[in-house]
């Protein structure tokens, strides 16, 4: 196992006089890749609020709010970091606005790809000095139509063979305000994206097939079924949410799929992938409620689900962790929530569960699971120490559970070490060694 800090830029601290002792801050870890040379990039969320600080024009009291990505050579060093989302104080303003549930990818050509909801893609230099394009799609109620919007995808995942996974978002679905995650769609064979390339995506799947409130203007046209943009009736002919009430009887049914939600989806393969959706949520508990982890193939076609979950005892809406990461190399997928850890083969067949209320797993509750690497690690980041941790995923999932009691035990003697080397205060992971870009 490896074990690397979320660092923040030593400058970046220096001119806000952060105090990392204060309870003003806070760090969030959002989403890692890494390359097949063994790189790692780590996205994270810087903010401070004071209630005095709004409107402040001193460094030292304003409240602040950055997005970060650092680069990690092979060695677990930092070499890079990027800094956007804000202009940094008497810096000029930043090309990348902040973006909600922003994902990394690394695109076949080495590219970094960062993409937001409802539809934003910025593409950055492997070296986090430069952006290279960027497809903006602004959020709010409705579509702004003073505003350029020339969007690319939600999210993106990468296939073996270099094709893009895409979730794209539509206005005009149902009776829900402002652009919503509806579409799964993929890149063809051989496309990629890039400055002035921007791939045409293939539509497999519908989220929410009730789309009469939408006109021509919500068309995206790189976002195409057939011959012509998605929009209106022009779309895979079976919703997610129709395929899956009907896999589960739950048609009409207050706790079925009707106004579900889709997240980020993972590629099992080149032609196989997984499509997390959950049910309508409640201001009332929501465990126990409808969740579904689709196999979806690349012709649209509803495969089944990923297997062995109970709907309350495995409940995802506890903590509301919803993220299915894949190996597409080796053909398995796992996912994390507050009550275990769970890993398939490609079949949807459950292979491994450890479940948090067993002693040698109770860590866990405090992980994320980010990321699958190239290399077969999984990528978990501790919640309140800012730590990223990297486990080797054994080639038989029998042997998964083994594997990461060990990551598990060895974690506070490599914590032990780092804090000798970065001195944190607060699980404030200051580092001065890396290059800092302001985008």
């Not at 204060?22 to 390359?35: P, Q």
């Not at 804090?419 to 985008?439: E, I």
């Amino acid at each position: 196992m490896t074990l690397l800090p979320a660092t923040v830029p030593a400058s970046l601290l220096s001119v806000h006089r952060l105090d990392p002792e204060s309870g003003e801050w806070g760090l969030r870890v959002d989403h890692a890749v890494a390359t097949a040379a063994g790189e790692t990039y780590v996205l994270s969320g810087l903010r401070r609020y004071r209630g005095h600080g709004a409107g402040s024009a001193d460094p030292a009291e304003q409240n602040f709010g950055y997005q970060l990505i650092t680069r990690y050579g092979a060695d677990g060093a930092p070499t890079a970091s990027a800094v956007f989302g804000q202009a940094v104080p008497g810096g000029a303003r930043s090309a990348i606005p902040e973006g909600d549930s922003a994902t990394l990818a690394v695109l076949p050509d080495g590219a970094i790809a960062i993409s937001s909801q409802p539809g934003s893609t910025h593409l950055l230099s492997p070296d986090l000095d430069e952006v290279l394009a960027s497809w903006p799609m602004s959020s709010g109620w409705e579509k702004k139509e003073d505003c350029r919007e020339d969007p690319f995808a939600a999210s993106i995942a990468v296939t073996p063979a270099g094709r893009l996974l895409c979730m794209t978002s539509e206005y005009g679905i149902s009776n829900w305000a402002g652009a919503r995650p509806n579409i799964v769609a993929i890149s063809e064979p051989g496309a990629t994206l890039g400055p002035g390339r921007k791939p045409v995506l293939r539509a497999i799947a519908t989220l929410d097939a009730r789309t009469d409130r939408q006109s021509e203007s919500d068309h995206h046209p790189h976002v195409r079924y057939g011959d012509a943009p998605v929009g209106r009736g022009n779309r895979p002919a079976l919703s997610l949410t129709e395929a899956l009430s009907e896999l589960t009887g739950t048609s009409g049914s207050l706790h079925g799929y009707v106004d579900s939600t889709m997240t980020r989806p993972a590629a099992l393969g080149d032609d196989l992938f997984v499509v997390p959706v959950f049910g309508r949520t409640y201001r009332s508990s929501n465990r126990g409620q409808e969740f579904s982890f689709a196999l979806v193939d690349d012709r649209g076609a509803v495969r089944g689900r990923l297997g062995g979950l109970h709907l309350r005892e495995d409940s995802p809406f506890t903590g509301f962790d919803f993220t299915v990461v894949a190996d597409p190399h080796r053909g398995c997928a796992f996912h994390l929530n507050r009550y275990g850890l769970y890993a398939w083969s490609n079949d949807g067949v459950l292979r491994a569960r450890m479940c948090t209320g067993q002693k040698p797993f109770k860590p866990l509750v405090h992980f994320e699971l980010l990321e699958c690497t190239p290399a077969g690690e999984l990528l978990l980041a501790h919640r309140k120490q800012h730590l990223l941790l990297r486990v080797p995923v054994p080639q038989d999932l029998d042997g998964l559970a083994v594997a990461m009691e060990a990551a598990l035990k060895a974690y506070g003697r490599e914590r032990t070490a780092l804090k000798k080397q970065y001195a944190p205060v607060n699980w404030c992971w200051r580092d001065g060694s890396a290059a800092v870009n302001h985008l």
